[in-house]
C-alpha cells in the first residue's frame, strides 16, 4: 500500500514536470527514515546527507530540462569576427556545486577553422566559472581559507558541503577571488563620508579624518622575497644552527597595512587623565575610531599604499573640509611618504606621533639611570611623560641630556647606545609632539587601530606556524581580508562575479550576447 502511495505520488510529480517523479518519492521515503530515527543526531545525519543527495538531483534536473529547452542560435560571432554556423548539442562539462557534482548540458557552436575555438552561449547565461566549481562553492571556500589554514579550510569546507577540495585548488581559488580587489576600490562610487556636498552650516559637525600605515613581516618563499645586496644564508653567522643576537634569517617581505577612519571624539582629557588616571572617578569618553577601511599590499612599494590611503580619505572628503590627521609611530621614510602625498594634494595634515611609542623610548631611558627593578623608574617615566603631554619636550630632552652629564654611560655601551636614540628620537619628533592640541580636541593619540590591523589582518592569518608564502598567494590573501576588515565583503563578491561574467563570457562574443534569447 506504501510502493502504492509513492507511485501515485511520484505519477502526480512527473505531471508537472518531467524527471521530478523520482526526486519526490525519493524525499517521501527520507521523510518516513527520519521519523523512525531514534536519536535527534541519527536524524539529522541522515537527511543532511541523503537530503543533500537529493537537492544535488534537483539542481541537475533544473539543468537538464533547461537543456532540453535551448534554442539554437540564428547567429553566433566571436570577438575573432569568426561566425560560428555548426550547432552540436551534446556537449557537457562538470561543475562542482556545494551540494555535489553535476554537469551542464549545452549547445556548442563551432565554425570549423583551425584555430576559432567553440562558443557555448549556454556558458554566458548561466555564468559558468572557469575553475569548475560554483561561484557559491568559491565564496564559501574562500572565507574559510581567509580565516584558517588551507589544511583546515578543506576540512571545513569538507564538513559544511561534503565536496572535497584540494589544498592546491583551494590557493587557485583564492587567487582568482582576489583577481578584482584593486579595481573594486577604485571602481567604487559610493563615499563612505556623508555627502560630498555637506553645507557650511555642517562643517562644524564634521568628525575628524585619519590616517595611518604600518608594516608586517611575511615569511616568503625563497623566490618571494626582495632582493637584497647580500642574501641572508651569505651573511656571517655567529651560530650555525641559529640567529644569533640582532641577526635576521632574511626569509620575511614587509606587508605595509594603511587604515582609513573616522573619529567620533571624545571629550577634553587632561594629561593626568592619561598619566594618572583617578581608579574612582568618572574617566572621560575617549575617542574611538568608526567606518574602518583597510589596505595591504606586500607586492608593490609603501608608497603605493600610501597612496591607497590618501585616495579613499578624498573619496571621503572631497572638499578637504574636514581635520586630518596622520597616526604614526615615528618612521622617517613612511613620513616622508605622508608629507610627500599631503603637500601634492593641498591637504592640511596634522601629524600626531603615537604617544605609547614615545613612552617606549622613555622606558628605555630609564633603565639606563635607574638600578634595574627600582620602583621609582616608574614614577620617573610618568612625570616625563606628563611633561610631554603638556607640551615640554624640550625640558624633557634637557634633563635626560643633564642626567647623562651627571652620570656618563660607558662609551659604546648599551646603556650610551639608549641615550644618544633616545634624545635623536625626541629631537626630531618634537614638531609632531603637540599633543596639547590633540587632548584638548579629543583626538586619538595612540596607533592601536593600525597595531591592531597589523595583527588581525596580517599576523592572524599570514602567521601561522609553518607558513611560508608565494607572492602572488601573499597578496591575494591580504586584499580579501583587507577587504573583509572594511566590511565589503558582499559587495566585492556582486562586484567580482560581474567582472567574471564579463571576463570569460560576454567578452568573447563580437556584438554581445542575447542573454534573454
Given at each position: 500500500m506504501e510502493e502504492y502511495g509513492l507511485d501515485e505520488l511520484a505519477a502526480s510529480a512527473?505531471?508537472?514536470?518531467?524527471?521530478?517523479?523520482?526526486?519526490?518519492?525519493?524525499?517521501?521515503?527520507?521523510?518516513?527514515?527520519?521519523?523512525?530515527?531514534?536519536?535527534?543526531?541519527?536524524?539529522?545525519?541522515?537527511?543532511i546527507e541523503r537530503g543533500r543527495e537529493l537537492l544535488r538531483e534537483l539542481v541537475q534536473l533544473s539543468l537538464d530540462t533547461q537543456a532540453e529547452r535551448e534554442v539554437r542560435q540564428p547567429q553566433v560571432t566571436g570577438q575573432d569576427g569568426v561566425r560560428r554556423a555548426r550547432a552540436e548539442r551534446g556537449h557537457d562539462r562538470p561543475v562542482v556545486t556545494r551540494l555535489g557534482q553535476v554537469r551542464v548540458q549545452r549547445i556548442a557552436y563551432r565554425a570549423g577553422i583551425k584555430g576559432a575555438g567553440s562558443l557555448f552561449?549556454?556558458?554566458?547565461?548561466?555564468?559558468?566559472?572557469?575553475?569548475?566549481?560554483?561561484?557559491?562553492?568559491?565564496?564559501?571556500?574562500?572565507?574559510?581559507?581567509?580565516a584558517v589554514s588551507y589544511e583546515q579550510a578543506h576540512e571545513f569546507v569538507l564538513a559544511a558541503t561534503g565536496v572535497a577540495i584540494g589544498k592546491r585548488q583551494l590557493e587557485q581559488i583564492t587567487v582568482a577571488a582576489a583577481a578584482d580587489a584593486e579595481r573594486f576600490y577604485q571602481d567604487r562610487l559610493q563615499d563612505r563620508g556623508g555627502p560630498a556636498g555637506a553645507g557650511e552650516d555642517q562643517e562644524e559637525r564634521l568628525p575628524p579624518l585619519v590616517i595611518s600605515a604600518d608594516g608586517k613581516g611575511v615569511a616568503m618563499r625563497p623566490e618571494a622575497r626582495r632582493r637584497r645586496t647580500k642574501a641572508p644564508e651569505q651573511k656571517?653567522?655567529?651560530?650555525?644552527?641559529?640567529?644569533?643576537?640582532?641577526?635576521?634569517?632574511?626569509?620575511?617581505?614587509?606587508?605595509?597595512?594603511?587604515?582609513v577612519f573616522d573619529v567620533a571624539p571624545?571629550?577634553?582629557?587632561?594629561?593626568?587623565?592619561?598619566?594618572?588616571?583617578?581608579?574612582?572617578?568618572?574617566?572621560?569618553?575617549?575617542?574611538?575610531?568608526?567606518?574602518?577601511?583597510?589596505?595591504?599590499?606586500?607586492?608593490?612599494?609603501?608608497?603605493?599604499?600610501?597612496?591607497?590611503?590618501?585616495d579613499e580619505a578624498d573619496r571621503r572628503d572631497p572638499g578637504h573640509r574636514r581635520t586630518w590627521i596622520a597616526l604614526v609611530d615615528g618612521d622617517i621614510y613612511?613620513?616622508?611618504?605622508?608629507?610627500?602625498?599631503?603637500?601634492?594634494?593641498?591637504?592640511?595634515?596634522?601629524i600626531v606621533i603615537d604617544f605609547i611609542h614615545v613612552l617606549e623610548y622613555l622606558w628605555k631611558a630609564a633603565w639606563c639611570f635607574h638600578a634595574p627593578r627600582d620602583p621609582a623608574m616608574e614614577h620617573w617615566v610618568t612625570a616625563q611623560g606628563l611633561d610631554i603631554l603638556h607640551g615640554r619636550a624640550g625640558d624633557v630632552i634637557t634633563r635626560i641630556q643633564a642626567l647623562a652629564a651627571a652620570?656618563?654611560?660607558?662609551?659604546?655601551?648599551?646603556?650610551?647606545?639608549?641615550?644618544?636614540?633616545?634624545?635623536?628620537?625626541?629631537?626630531?619628533?618634537?614638531?609632531?609632539?603637540?599633543?596639547?592640541?590633540?587632548?584638548?580636541?579629543?583626538?586619538?593619540?595612540?596607533?592601536?587601530?593600525?597595531?591592531?590591523?597589523?595583527?588581525?589582518?596580517?599576523?592572524?592569518?599570514?602567521?601561522?606556524?609553518?607558513?611560508?608564502w608565494s607572492l602572488e598567494g601573499a597578496q591575494a590573501m591580504l586584499w580579501l581580508r583587507a577587504i573583509a576588515?572594511?566590511?565589503?565583503?558582499?559587495?566585492?563578491?556582486?562586484?567580482?562575479?560581474?567582472?567574471?561574467?564579463?571576463?570569460?563570457?560576454?567578452?568573447?562574443?563580437?556584438?554581445?550576447?542575447?542573454?534573454?534569447?
Open positions: 512527473e505531471s508537472v514536470l518531467a524527471g521530478l517523479g523520482p526526486l519526490a518519492a525519493g524525499l517521501t521515503r527520507l521523510a518516513g527514515e527520519a521519523c523512525r530515527a531514534v536519536t535527534l543526531d541519527a536524524m539529522e545525519v541522515l537527511v552561449p549556454r556558458d554566458a547565461v548561466l555564468n559558468l566559472p572557469p575553475l569548475g566549481y560554483s561561484w557559491g562553492l568559491q565564496q564559501l571556500a574562500e572565507m574559510f581559507c581567509r656571517v653567522r655567529t651560530f650555525e644552527k641559529r640567529a644569533g643576537t640582532g641577526e635576521k634569517k632574511g626569509c620575511k617581505r614587509m606587508a605595509e597595512t594603511g587604515c571624545g571629550q577634553a582629557r587632561a594629561p593626568e587623565q592619561v598619566m594618572r588616571p583617578d581608579p574612582g572617578g568618572e574617566p572621560p569618553a575617549r575617542p574611538h575610531a568608526v567606518n574602518r577601511w583597510y589596505t595591504c599590499d606586500i607586492t608593490a612599494g609603501r608608497d603605493v599604499t600610501i597612496g591607497k590611503i590618501f613612511q613620513l616622508g611618504l605622508i608629507q610627500a602625498q599631503a603637500a601634492a594634494r593641498g591637504i592640511t595634515l596634522a652620570h656618563p654611560p660607558r662609551p659604546g655601551g648599551e646603556h650610551a647606545k639608549i641615550i644618544r636614540k633616545t634624545l635623536h628620537y625626541l629631537d626630531a619628533k618634537q614638531p609632531y609632539l603637540d599633543y596639547p592640541r590633540a587632548l584638548a580636541q579629543g583626538w586619538p593619540i595612540a596607533t592601536g587601530v593600525i597595531e591592531g590591523a597589523c595583527r588581525h589582518l596580517v599576523q592572524d592569518r599570514m602567521g601561522i606556524t609553518g607558513a611560508r576588515a572594511s566590511g565589503d565583503t558582499g559587495a566585492y563578491w556582486d562586484y567580482h562575479i560581474a567582472r567574471e561574467h564579463q571576463r570569460n563570457h560576454l567578452s568573447r562574443y563580437q556584438d554581445g550576447l542575447d542573454l534573454a534569447a
